[in-house]
Protein backbone atom coordinates (compact mmCIF):
# COMPACT_ATOMS: atom_id res chain seq x y z
CA UNK A 1 0.00 0.00 0.00
CA UNK A 2 2.70 2.19 0.87
CA UNK A 3 4.41 1.85 -2.27
CA UNK A 4 1.18 2.10 -4.58
CA UNK A 5 0.50 5.50 -2.12
CA UNK A 6 4.51 6.44 -3.40
CA UNK A 7 4.28 5.79 -7.10
CA UNK A 8 0.66 7.70 -7.27
CA UNK A 9 2.46 10.59 -5.35
CA UNK A 10 5.28 10.59 -8.01
CA UNK A 11 2.48 10.50 -10.87
CA UNK A 12 0.46 13.26 -9.68
CA UNK A 13 3.52 15.40 -9.70
CA UNK A 14 4.33 14.53 -13.20
CA UNK A 15 0.84 15.59 -14.46
CA UNK A 16 1.80 19.46 -13.70
CA UNK A 17 4.80 19.01 -15.72
CA UNK A 18 2.89 17.21 -18.55
CA UNK A 19 0.06 19.76 -18.17
CA UNK A 20 2.59 22.66 -18.99
CA UNK A 21 4.18 21.01 -21.85
CA UNK A 22 0.92 20.35 -23.54
CA UNK A 23 -0.46 23.14 -22.99
CA UNK A 24 3.01 25.03 -24.00
CA UNK A 25 2.69 22.54 -27.21
CA UNK A 26 -1.17 23.51 -27.53
CA UNK A 27 0.41 27.61 -27.72
CA UNK A 28 3.20 27.26 -30.27
CA UNK A 29 0.64 25.64 -32.71
CA UNK A 30 -1.89 28.23 -32.27
CA UNK A 31 1.23 31.00 -32.84
CA UNK A 32 2.05 29.14 -35.54
CA UNK A 33 -1.11 29.12 -37.27
CA UNK A 34 -1.34 32.73 -36.53
CA UNK A 35 2.19 33.36 -38.27
CA UNK A 36 0.83 31.38 -41.63
CA UNK A 37 -2.40 33.08 -41.59
CA UNK A 38 -0.22 36.36 -41.08
CA UNK A 39 2.51 35.99 -44.15
CA UNK A 40 -0.69 34.91 -46.00
CA UNK A 41 -2.59 38.05 -45.62
CA UNK A 42 0.96 39.67 -46.49
CA UNK A 43 1.88 37.75 -49.68
CA UNK A 44 -1.46 38.30 -51.35
CA UNK A 45 -1.41 41.80 -50.53
CA UNK A 46 1.81 42.22 -51.83
CA UNK A 47 1.06 40.24 -54.56
CA UNK A 48 -2.11 42.15 -55.57
CA UNK A 49 -0.67 45.40 -55.28
CA UNK A 50 2.62 43.95 -57.72
CA UNK A 51 0.17 42.66 -60.34
CA UNK A 52 -1.69 46.08 -59.99
CA UNK A 53 0.98 48.30 -60.89
CA UNK A 54 3.39 46.17 -62.93
CA UNK A 55 3.74 48.13 -66.18
CA UNK A 56 4.55 51.26 -63.57
CA UNK A 57 8.22 53.00 -63.35
CA UNK A 58 9.86 55.83 -62.05
CA UNK A 59 13.16 57.31 -63.18
CA UNK A 60 15.34 55.92 -60.42
CA UNK A 61 14.08 52.54 -61.22
CA UNK A 62 15.37 53.72 -64.90
CA UNK A 63 18.65 54.37 -63.20
CA UNK A 64 19.47 51.22 -61.82
CA UNK A 65 18.30 49.38 -64.98
CA UNK A 66 20.41 50.75 -66.75
CA UNK A 67 23.16 50.45 -64.13
CA UNK A 68 22.86 46.73 -64.06
CA UNK A 69 22.78 46.44 -67.49
CA UNK A 70 26.36 48.36 -67.26
CA UNK A 71 27.18 45.93 -64.72
CA UNK A 72 26.58 42.81 -66.56
CA UNK A 73 28.21 44.10 -69.79
CA UNK A 74 31.06 45.12 -67.95
CA UNK A 75 31.25 48.62 -68.15
CA UNK A 76 33.06 50.06 -65.14
CA UNK A 77 33.27 53.10 -65.73
CA UNK A 78 29.61 53.80 -66.23
CA UNK A 79 28.43 51.57 -63.79
CA UNK A 80 30.06 52.78 -61.28
CA UNK A 81 27.93 55.69 -59.42
CA UNK A 82 27.85 57.87 -56.32
CA UNK A 83 24.37 58.45 -56.50
CA UNK A 84 22.80 54.95 -56.97
CA UNK A 85 24.30 51.88 -54.42
CA UNK A 86 24.94 48.86 -56.73
CA UNK A 87 23.14 46.25 -54.83
CA UNK A 88 19.59 46.65 -56.04
CA UNK A 89 20.82 47.30 -59.87
CA UNK A 90 22.66 43.54 -59.16
CA UNK A 91 19.38 42.19 -58.85
CA UNK A 92 17.36 44.00 -61.43
CA UNK A 93 20.46 42.82 -63.94
CA UNK A 94 20.50 39.14 -62.74
CA UNK A 95 16.58 38.71 -62.99
CA UNK A 96 16.78 40.16 -66.23
CA UNK A 97 19.78 38.30 -67.39
CA UNK A 98 18.05 34.61 -66.43
CA UNK A 99 14.30 35.21 -67.35
CA UNK A 100 15.01 37.87 -70.90
CA UNK A 101 11.52 39.21 -71.06
CA UNK A 102 10.41 41.32 -73.88
CA UNK A 103 10.31 45.08 -74.14
CA UNK A 104 6.92 44.44 -72.64
CA UNK A 105 7.16 42.34 -69.88
CA UNK A 106 10.61 43.59 -68.51
CA UNK A 107 8.85 46.28 -65.84
CA UNK A 108 6.52 43.51 -64.79
CA UNK A 109 9.93 41.22 -64.08
CA UNK A 110 11.14 44.19 -62.27
CA UNK A 111 8.07 44.46 -60.32
CA UNK A 112 8.41 40.53 -59.36
CA UNK A 113 12.31 41.46 -57.76
CA UNK A 114 10.09 43.98 -55.61
CA UNK A 115 7.75 41.73 -54.58
CA UNK A 116 10.52 38.59 -53.82
CA UNK A 117 12.28 41.52 -51.83
CA UNK A 118 9.27 42.25 -49.90
CA UNK A 119 8.79 38.60 -49.10
CA UNK A 120 12.00 38.56 -48.17
CA UNK A 121 12.18 41.56 -46.02
CA UNK A 122 8.63 39.98 -43.85
CA UNK A 123 11.57 36.93 -42.94
CA UNK A 124 13.79 39.50 -41.82
CA UNK A 125 11.35 41.36 -40.25
CA UNK A 126 9.94 38.40 -38.73
CA UNK A 127 13.47 37.26 -37.17
CA UNK A 128 13.92 40.95 -35.76
CA UNK A 129 10.03 40.33 -34.21
CA UNK A 130 10.85 37.01 -33.02
CA UNK A 131 14.28 38.07 -31.27
CA UNK A 132 12.27 41.05 -29.61
CA UNK A 133 9.68 38.59 -27.86
CA UNK A 134 12.67 36.49 -26.68
CA UNK A 135 14.57 39.93 -25.54
CA UNK A 136 11.59 40.99 -23.95
CA UNK A 137 11.06 37.58 -21.83
CA UNK A 138 14.22 37.37 -21.13
CA UNK A 139 16.57 38.00 -17.32
CA UNK A 140 17.76 41.58 -19.41
CA UNK A 141 14.93 43.34 -18.17
CA UNK A 142 12.88 43.69 -14.75
CA UNK A 143 9.74 45.43 -13.68
CA UNK A 144 8.21 46.13 -10.35
CA UNK A 145 5.95 42.80 -8.69
CA UNK A 146 3.04 44.94 -9.23
CA UNK A 147 3.33 45.40 -13.24
CA UNK A 148 3.08 43.11 -16.18
CA UNK A 149 4.23 43.11 -19.81
CA UNK A 150 1.99 44.85 -21.94
CA UNK A 151 1.74 42.40 -24.92
CA UNK A 152 1.29 38.90 -24.79
CA UNK A 153 3.03 37.41 -27.79
CA UNK A 154 0.00 36.97 -30.19
CA UNK A 155 -0.96 40.47 -29.74
CA UNK A 156 3.04 41.53 -30.56
CA UNK A 157 2.79 39.06 -33.30
CA UNK A 158 -0.34 40.85 -34.40
CA UNK A 159 1.01 44.32 -33.88
CA UNK A 160 4.27 43.63 -35.53
CA UNK A 161 2.87 41.86 -38.85
CA UNK A 162 0.39 45.04 -39.37
CA UNK A 163 2.73 47.53 -39.09
CA UNK A 164 5.11 45.78 -41.72
CA UNK A 165 2.36 45.53 -43.77
CA UNK A 166 1.05 48.92 -43.22
CA UNK A 167 4.82 50.41 -43.26
CA UNK A 168 5.72 48.28 -47.22
CA UNK A 169 2.45 49.14 -48.78
CA UNK A 170 2.15 52.37 -47.85
CA UNK A 171 4.73 54.17 -46.66
CA UNK A 172 7.72 52.10 -48.90
CA UNK A 173 5.27 50.70 -51.76
CA UNK A 174 5.67 47.87 -54.04
CA UNK A 175 5.14 49.93 -57.03
CA UNK A 176 8.19 52.88 -56.35
CA UNK A 177 11.36 50.78 -58.16
CA UNK A 178 13.82 51.46 -55.36
CA UNK A 179 15.72 50.18 -53.24
CA UNK A 180 13.92 50.97 -49.93
CA UNK A 181 12.73 47.61 -49.34
CA UNK A 182 16.43 46.13 -49.92
CA UNK A 183 16.87 48.64 -47.09
CA UNK A 184 14.08 48.02 -44.50
CA UNK A 185 15.08 44.32 -44.34
CA UNK A 186 18.64 45.31 -43.70
CA UNK A 187 17.77 47.16 -40.95
CA UNK A 188 15.19 44.54 -39.84
CA UNK A 189 18.15 41.75 -39.40
CA UNK A 190 20.21 44.22 -38.01
CA UNK A 191 18.13 45.85 -35.35
CA UNK A 192 17.35 41.55 -34.53
CA UNK A 193 21.04 41.03 -34.41
CA UNK A 194 21.71 43.19 -31.87
CA UNK A 195 18.57 41.97 -29.66
CA UNK A 196 20.52 38.39 -29.95
CA UNK A 197 23.65 39.93 -29.04
CA UNK A 198 22.49 42.00 -26.24
CA UNK A 199 21.13 38.51 -24.85
CA UNK A 200 24.45 36.61 -25.72
CA UNK A 201 27.10 38.42 -26.29
CA UNK A 202 29.74 35.92 -25.90
CA UNK A 203 28.70 34.07 -29.00
CA UNK A 204 30.85 35.57 -32.05
CA UNK A 205 28.56 34.36 -35.13
CA UNK A 206 25.88 37.64 -34.35
CA UNK A 207 28.77 39.73 -34.39
CA UNK A 208 29.78 38.07 -38.30
CA UNK A 209 26.48 38.50 -39.52
CA UNK A 210 26.21 42.06 -38.37
CA UNK A 211 28.89 43.11 -40.31
CA UNK A 212 27.85 41.30 -43.57
CA UNK A 213 24.36 42.81 -42.60
CA UNK A 214 25.88 46.43 -42.38
CA UNK A 215 28.15 45.78 -45.53
CA UNK A 216 25.30 45.17 -47.66
CA UNK A 217 23.10 47.61 -46.68
CA UNK A 218 25.74 50.41 -47.42
CA UNK A 219 25.98 48.29 -50.95
CA UNK A 220 21.78 48.92 -51.30
CA UNK A 221 21.71 52.82 -49.98
CA UNK A 222 25.12 54.97 -48.78
CA UNK A 223 22.93 56.42 -46.13
CA UNK A 224 23.45 53.12 -44.28
CA UNK A 225 27.65 53.84 -44.51
CA UNK A 226 27.20 56.54 -41.29
CA UNK A 227 24.71 54.33 -39.81
CA UNK A 228 26.76 51.40 -39.91
CA UNK A 229 29.22 53.07 -37.24
CA UNK A 230 26.35 53.85 -35.07
CA UNK A 231 24.92 50.05 -35.00
CA UNK A 232 28.69 48.47 -34.50
CA UNK A 233 29.31 51.17 -31.41
CA UNK A 234 25.90 49.91 -30.38
CA UNK A 235 27.54 46.47 -30.49
CA UNK A 236 30.08 47.19 -28.34
CA UNK A 237 28.20 48.57 -25.43
CA UNK A 238 25.47 46.11 -25.37
CA UNK A 239 27.71 43.91 -22.60
CA UNK A 240 30.82 44.52 -21.00
CA UNK A 241 33.75 45.59 -23.69
CA UNK A 242 35.42 42.77 -22.42
CA UNK A 243 33.53 40.72 -23.76
CA UNK A 244 32.18 42.62 -26.99
CA UNK A 245 34.69 44.69 -28.26
CA UNK A 246 36.86 41.66 -30.23
CA UNK A 247 34.26 40.71 -31.50
CA UNK A 248 32.69 44.16 -32.75
CA UNK A 249 36.12 44.19 -34.46
CA UNK A 250 35.54 41.21 -36.26
CA UNK A 251 32.15 42.59 -37.63
CA UNK A 252 33.95 45.97 -38.58
CA UNK A 253 36.87 43.52 -40.40
CA UNK A 254 33.69 41.75 -42.21
CA UNK A 255 31.95 44.83 -42.86
CA UNK A 256 34.75 46.62 -44.59
CA UNK A 257 36.00 43.73 -46.07
CA UNK A 258 32.73 43.81 -48.06
CA UNK A 259 32.39 47.64 -48.71
CA UNK A 260 36.11 48.39 -49.17
CA UNK A 261 36.12 46.77 -52.67
CA UNK A 262 33.20 49.70 -53.99
CA UNK A 263 34.72 52.63 -52.40
CA UNK A 264 38.24 51.89 -53.64
CA UNK A 265 36.76 51.08 -57.21
CA UNK A 266 34.42 54.13 -56.75
CA UNK A 267 37.23 56.85 -55.57
CA UNK A 268 39.51 55.55 -58.10
CA UNK A 269 36.91 56.38 -60.53
CA UNK A 270 35.86 59.87 -59.74
CA UNK A 271 39.51 60.62 -58.24
CA UNK A 272 39.11 61.14 -54.43
CA UNK A 273 38.26 59.50 -51.95
CA UNK A 274 34.39 58.88 -51.49
CA UNK A 275 31.51 56.32 -50.33
CA UNK A 276 28.99 58.15 -52.39
CA UNK A 277 27.79 61.43 -52.84
CA UNK A 278 23.80 61.32 -52.54
CA UNK A 279 24.08 63.11 -48.79
CA UNK A 280 26.33 66.11 -50.54
CA UNK A 281 24.38 66.10 -53.48
CA UNK A 282 20.89 65.86 -51.46
CA UNK A 283 21.90 68.29 -49.05
CA UNK A 284 22.79 71.10 -51.50
CA UNK A 285 19.43 70.29 -53.37
CA UNK A 286 16.92 70.25 -50.33
CA UNK A 287 18.78 72.46 -48.18
CA UNK A 288 20.62 74.94 -49.65
CA UNK A 289 17.44 74.90 -52.44
CA UNK A 290 19.89 74.58 -55.75
CA UNK A 291 17.50 73.04 -58.56
CA UNK A 292 17.85 69.68 -59.02
CA UNK A 293 18.25 69.71 -62.78
CA UNK A 294 20.27 71.75 -65.35
CA UNK A 295 21.51 74.15 -62.83
CA UNK A 296 24.54 76.15 -64.00
CA UNK A 297 26.24 77.34 -61.37
CA UNK A 298 24.85 80.45 -61.04
CA UNK A 299 24.96 81.47 -57.76
CA UNK A 300 27.01 84.09 -55.58
CA UNK A 301 27.44 81.06 -52.75
CA UNK A 302 28.75 78.44 -55.31
CA UNK A 303 31.88 77.98 -57.68
CA UNK A 304 31.25 77.72 -61.24
CA UNK A 305 30.38 73.47 -61.98
CA UNK A 306 32.88 71.79 -63.27
CA UNK A 307 30.85 70.15 -66.39
CA UNK A 308 26.97 71.17 -66.16
CA UNK A 309 24.71 70.13 -68.80
CA UNK A 310 24.91 73.23 -71.40
CA UNK A 311 22.24 75.37 -72.34
CA UNK A 312 21.76 75.21 -75.92
CA UNK A 313 18.69 77.69 -76.16
CA UNK A 314 17.56 80.68 -73.61
CA UNK A 315 14.06 80.99 -74.16
CA UNK A 316 12.15 78.26 -73.60
CA UNK A 317 15.69 76.72 -72.17
CA UNK A 318 16.55 73.84 -73.97
CA UNK A 319 19.31 72.15 -73.08
CA UNK A 320 21.50 68.96 -73.92
CA UNK A 321 23.38 66.31 -72.12
CA UNK A 322 24.87 63.77 -74.91
CA UNK A 323 28.02 63.49 -73.71
CA UNK A 324 29.77 61.16 -71.52
CA UNK A 325 27.56 60.20 -69.28
CA UNK A 326 25.46 57.16 -70.55
CA UNK A 327 22.40 55.82 -69.62
CA UNK A 328 18.56 56.27 -70.69
CA UNK A 329 18.42 60.22 -69.24
CA UNK A 330 21.73 61.28 -68.14
CA UNK A 331 20.95 64.18 -66.16
CA UNK A 332 19.31 61.81 -63.91
CA UNK A 333 21.86 58.71 -64.53
CA UNK A 334 24.82 60.09 -63.08
CA UNK A 335 23.68 63.79 -61.61
CA UNK A 336 27.32 64.06 -59.61
CA UNK A 337 29.15 64.34 -62.78
CA UNK A 338 26.70 66.99 -63.53
CA UNK A 339 27.17 68.55 -60.20
CA UNK A 340 30.86 68.48 -60.03
CA UNK A 341 32.37 71.22 -58.01
CA UNK A 342 29.00 71.64 -55.78
CA UNK A 343 30.05 72.43 -52.51
CA UNK A 344 27.10 72.24 -49.55
CA UNK A 345 27.11 75.71 -47.46
CA UNK A 346 25.13 75.67 -44.15
CA UNK A 347 22.81 78.36 -43.91
CA UNK A 348 20.88 78.52 -40.75
CA UNK A 349 17.49 80.23 -42.34
CA UNK A 350 17.56 77.14 -44.78
CA UNK A 351 18.47 74.53 -42.55
CA UNK A 352 15.74 75.61 -40.55
CA UNK A 353 13.23 75.88 -42.94
CA UNK A 354 14.52 71.98 -44.50
CA UNK A 355 13.92 71.02 -40.53
CA UNK A 356 10.44 72.09 -40.76
CA UNK A 357 9.37 70.82 -43.99
CA UNK A 358 10.69 67.87 -42.72
CA UNK A 359 8.68 67.69 -39.73
CA UNK A 360 5.68 68.34 -41.84
CA UNK A 361 6.02 64.89 -43.35
CA UNK A 362 6.24 63.29 -39.80
CA UNK A 363 2.89 65.38 -38.98
CA UNK A 364 1.20 63.83 -41.82
CA UNK A 365 1.59 60.43 -40.50
CA UNK A 366 0.38 61.74 -37.09
CA UNK A 367 -3.11 62.24 -39.39
CA UNK A 368 -2.99 58.57 -40.49
CA UNK A 369 -3.04 55.21 -38.45
CA UNK A 370 0.26 56.72 -37.16
CA UNK A 371 -2.26 59.24 -35.07
CA UNK A 372 -4.43 56.15 -33.88
CA UNK A 373 -1.19 54.76 -32.47
CA UNK A 374 -0.33 57.50 -30.79
CA UNK A 375 -3.41 58.25 -29.37
CA UNK A 376 -3.86 54.81 -27.81
CA UNK A 377 -0.50 54.74 -26.84
CA UNK A 378 -1.23 58.02 -24.80
CA UNK A 379 -4.37 56.42 -23.06
CA UNK A 380 -2.18 53.41 -22.23
CA UNK A 381 0.81 55.62 -20.91
CA UNK A 382 -1.85 57.83 -18.73
CA UNK A 383 -3.64 54.61 -17.54
CA UNK A 384 -0.17 52.93 -16.05
CA UNK A 385 0.28 55.98 -13.87
CA UNK A 386 3.90 55.34 -13.99
CA UNK A 387 4.82 59.12 -15.26
CA UNK A 388 8.42 58.98 -15.34
CA UNK A 389 9.15 55.34 -14.91
CA UNK A 390 7.65 54.86 -18.60
CA UNK A 391 10.50 56.76 -19.54
CA UNK A 392 12.97 54.54 -17.44
CA UNK A 393 11.46 51.43 -18.77
CA UNK A 394 11.66 52.43 -22.41
CA UNK A 395 15.18 53.72 -21.65
CA UNK A 396 15.92 49.69 -21.53
CA UNK A 397 15.40 49.43 -25.14
CA UNK A 398 18.21 51.47 -25.99
CA UNK A 399 20.77 49.31 -27.90
CA UNK A 400 17.27 49.64 -30.79
CA UNK A 401 16.10 53.52 -30.13
CA UNK A 402 20.36 54.94 -30.91
CA UNK A 403 20.26 53.62 -34.61
CA UNK A 404 16.82 54.17 -35.38
CA UNK A 405 16.47 57.91 -33.83
CA UNK A 406 19.97 58.86 -35.09
CA UNK A 407 18.80 57.64 -38.88
CA UNK A 408 15.74 59.71 -37.77
CA UNK A 409 17.86 62.68 -36.90
CA UNK A 410 19.82 62.63 -40.16
CA UNK A 411 16.67 62.87 -42.86
CA UNK A 412 15.57 65.19 -40.82
CA UNK A 413 18.20 67.70 -41.43
CA UNK A 414 18.24 66.99 -44.86
CA UNK A 415 15.11 65.45 -46.43
CA UNK A 416 12.85 63.12 -45.83
CA UNK A 417 10.28 60.61 -47.65
CA UNK A 418 7.88 58.31 -46.53
CA UNK A 419 10.00 55.41 -47.87
CA UNK A 420 13.02 56.43 -46.37
CA UNK A 421 11.71 56.21 -42.63
CA UNK A 422 9.49 53.25 -42.67
CA UNK A 423 11.38 50.80 -40.88
CA UNK A 424 12.60 53.30 -38.28
CA UNK A 425 9.30 54.21 -37.44
CA UNK A 426 8.24 50.51 -37.22
CA UNK A 427 10.86 49.84 -34.42
CA UNK A 428 10.01 52.73 -32.84
CA UNK A 429 6.12 52.78 -32.57
CA UNK A 430 7.47 48.77 -31.10
CA UNK A 431 9.93 50.18 -28.58
CA UNK A 432 6.74 52.42 -27.47
CA UNK A 433 4.31 50.12 -27.29
CA UNK A 434 7.12 47.82 -25.17
CA UNK A 435 7.33 50.87 -22.77
CA UNK A 436 3.50 50.74 -21.35
CA UNK A 437 3.32 48.92 -17.62
CA UNK A 438 -0.31 48.98 -16.76
CA UNK A 439 -1.08 46.87 -13.39
CA UNK A 440 -3.42 43.82 -13.00
CA UNK A 441 -6.59 46.08 -12.30
CA UNK A 442 -6.97 47.84 -15.74
CA UNK A 443 -5.01 44.63 -17.88
CA UNK A 444 -8.01 44.40 -19.90
CA UNK A 445 -7.70 47.67 -21.40
CA UNK A 446 -4.57 46.73 -22.94
CA UNK A 447 -5.53 44.43 -25.56
CA UNK A 448 -9.41 46.39 -26.42
CA UNK A 449 -6.73 49.46 -26.74
CA UNK A 450 -4.17 47.71 -29.02
CA UNK A 451 -7.39 45.74 -31.25
CA UNK A 452 -8.34 49.42 -32.29
CA UNK A 453 -5.16 50.56 -32.56
CA UNK A 454 -4.68 47.78 -35.08
CA UNK A 455 -7.70 48.31 -36.92
CA UNK A 456 -6.71 51.78 -37.85
CA UNK A 457 -4.29 50.23 -39.43
CA UNK A 458 -6.06 47.59 -41.35
CA UNK A 459 -8.87 49.84 -42.42
CA UNK A 460 -5.59 52.61 -43.77
CA UNK A 461 -4.24 49.03 -45.95
CA UNK A 462 -6.85 46.86 -47.20
CA UNK A 463 -9.46 49.25 -48.75
CA UNK A 464 -6.76 49.99 -51.34
CA UNK A 465 -5.53 46.92 -51.51
CA UNK A 466 -9.53 45.15 -52.12
CA UNK A 467 -10.17 48.05 -54.77
CA UNK A 468 -6.56 47.24 -56.72
CA UNK A 469 -8.83 43.99 -57.25
CA UNK A 470 -11.85 45.35 -58.58
CA UNK A 471 -10.21 47.71 -60.81
CA UNK A 472 -7.42 45.74 -62.01
CA UNK A 473 -7.42 45.57 -65.86
CA UNK A 474 -6.26 42.54 -66.72
CA UNK A 475 -5.75 43.51 -70.11
CA UNK A 476 -4.27 46.88 -68.72
CA UNK A 477 -2.71 48.70 -71.50
CA UNK A 478 1.32 49.14 -71.57
CA UNK A 479 1.37 52.73 -72.89
CA UNK A 480 5.43 53.23 -72.41
CA UNK A 481 5.60 50.14 -74.80
CA UNK A 482 3.41 50.70 -77.36
CA UNK A 483 5.33 53.94 -77.79
CA UNK A 484 8.32 52.56 -77.45
CA UNK A 485 7.23 49.64 -80.37
CA UNK A 486 5.68 52.81 -82.08
CA UNK A 487 8.46 54.43 -82.61
CA UNK A 488 10.40 51.03 -83.50
CA UNK A 489 7.85 50.77 -86.03
CA UNK A 490 8.57 54.20 -87.98
CA UNK A 491 12.35 53.58 -87.73
CA UNK A 492 13.92 54.47 -84.63
CA UNK A 493 16.25 52.23 -83.35
CA UNK A 494 18.30 50.52 -80.60
CA UNK A 495 20.83 53.24 -79.71
CA UNK A 496 19.73 56.48 -81.36
CA UNK A 497 20.04 59.66 -79.88
CA UNK A 498 16.11 61.53 -79.38
CA UNK A 499 15.51 64.82 -77.92
CA UNK A 500 12.48 65.70 -76.11
CA UNK A 501 9.80 68.92 -76.47
CA UNK A 502 9.22 68.51 -72.77
CA UNK A 503 11.06 67.42 -69.68
CA UNK A 504 11.69 64.26 -69.93
CA UNK A 505 12.30 63.14 -65.98
CA UNK A 506 9.09 61.81 -65.27
CA UNK A 507 7.22 60.02 -68.33
CA UNK A 508 9.91 60.18 -71.39
CA UNK A 509 12.64 57.97 -69.27
CA UNK A 510 10.24 54.82 -69.50
CA UNK A 511 9.14 54.39 -73.30
CA UNK A 512 13.02 55.30 -73.98
CA UNK A 513 14.57 52.52 -71.89
CA UNK A 514 11.42 49.92 -73.82
CA UNK A 515 12.96 51.65 -76.99
CA UNK A 516 16.93 51.71 -76.11
CA UNK A 517 17.21 54.89 -77.29
CA UNK A 518 18.57 57.69 -75.27
CA UNK A 519 17.28 61.00 -74.67
CA UNK A 520 20.26 63.98 -74.76
CA UNK A 521 18.33 67.29 -74.85
CA UNK A 522 14.89 68.38 -73.68
CA UNK A 523 13.20 71.80 -73.32
CA UNK A 524 13.18 72.27 -69.89
CA UNK A 525 10.52 75.07 -69.62
CA UNK A 526 8.38 75.58 -65.68
CA UNK A 527 5.23 76.02 -67.93
CA UNK A 528 5.55 72.78 -69.33
CA UNK A 529 4.61 73.25 -72.48
CA UNK A 530 7.08 75.86 -73.17
CA UNK A 531 8.02 74.27 -76.85
CA UNK A 532 4.72 74.56 -78.45
CA UNK A 533 3.88 77.87 -77.14
CA UNK A 534 6.57 79.68 -78.99
CA UNK A 535 6.55 80.53 -82.14
CA UNK A 536 6.86 78.80 -85.36
CA UNK A 537 9.89 80.57 -85.86
CA UNK A 538 11.07 79.65 -82.11
CA UNK A 539 10.60 75.90 -82.98
CA UNK A 540 12.38 75.79 -85.94
CA UNK A 541 15.19 77.24 -84.08
CA UNK A 542 15.05 74.91 -81.68
CA UNK A 543 14.72 71.69 -83.57
CA UNK A 544 17.73 72.62 -85.59
CA UNK A 545 19.22 72.60 -82.39
CA UNK A 546 18.29 69.58 -81.42
CA UNK A 547 19.63 68.06 -84.29
CA UNK A 548 23.32 70.02 -83.98
CA UNK A 549 23.50 68.33 -80.18
CA UNK A 550 23.32 64.87 -82.59
CA UNK A 551 19.26 63.77 -82.20
CA UNK A 552 17.88 61.87 -85.12
CA UNK A 553 14.52 61.63 -83.78
CA UNK A 554 12.56 64.42 -81.27
CA UNK A 555 9.69 63.00 -79.63
CA UNK A 556 6.36 65.02 -78.28
CA UNK A 557 3.76 63.75 -76.06
CA UNK A 558 1.14 66.07 -77.33
CA UNK A 559 0.77 68.67 -80.23
CA UNK A 560 -1.70 71.38 -79.49
CA UNK A 561 -5.04 71.62 -82.35
CA UNK A 562 -4.11 75.29 -83.14
CA UNK A 563 0.04 73.82 -84.53
CA UNK A 564 0.78 72.79 -88.35
CA UNK A 565 1.43 69.27 -87.82
CA UNK A 566 3.31 68.80 -90.85
CA UNK A 567 6.41 66.65 -90.70
CA UNK A 568 4.98 65.26 -87.55
CA UNK A 569 4.49 61.74 -87.24
CA UNK A 570 2.18 60.38 -85.07
CA UNK A 571 3.07 57.02 -82.74
CA UNK A 572 1.26 54.20 -83.14
CA UNK A 573 -2.25 54.88 -81.77
CA UNK A 574 -0.88 56.93 -78.79
CA UNK A 575 -0.94 60.51 -78.62
CA UNK A 576 2.57 61.11 -79.35
CA UNK A 577 4.25 62.32 -82.00
CA UNK A 578 7.64 61.99 -83.75
CA UNK A 579 9.44 64.23 -85.96
CA UNK A 580 13.05 62.88 -88.03
CA UNK A 581 15.58 65.49 -88.01
CA UNK A 582 17.74 66.19 -90.88
CA UNK A 583 21.25 65.05 -91.15
Not at 313 to 321: C, L, Q, S
Not at 403 to 411: C, D, K
Request: glycine residues 8%; aromatic residues 14%; positive net charge.
Amino acid sequence: MDGLASRNRYIWKLLPIESRILTALDKDSQQQRWIVIYWLIAGVMGAIRTWATRHTMNADGISYLDMGDAYLRGDWSMALNTLWSPFYSWLLGLALLVLKPSPYWEFTVVHLVNFIIYIWALSCFHFFLFEWIHYNGGPSIRFSKDRYRVLPEGLWLSLGYILFIWSSLELITLSAVTPDLCVAAFVYLASGLLLRIRKKSTSWFPFVLLGATLGLSYLTKAFMFPLAFIFLGVSILVDNPRITVLRTLIALMVFLLITSPFIIALSKVKGRLTFGDSGKLNYVWHVNEIPGRHWQGDSLDHKPLVHPTQQIYEVPPVYEFAFPVGGTYPPWYDPSYWYEGVKPHFRIIQQAKALLRNLCVYFRLLLGPVGALMIGLSILFYKSGQGPESLRDIRVYWPLLIPVLTAQGLFLLVHVERRYIAPFIVITLVVLFAGIRLTHTNKRLVPTLTLAVLMAFILSTVPKTVGDVLSIPWGQPHIYWQVAEGLKRIGVQPGDKVASTSYSHSINVKWARLARVQIIAEVYSQEGDGFWTASPVIREQILAAFAKAGAKVVVTDMIPDSVDKAGWQQVGDTGYYAYFLAR
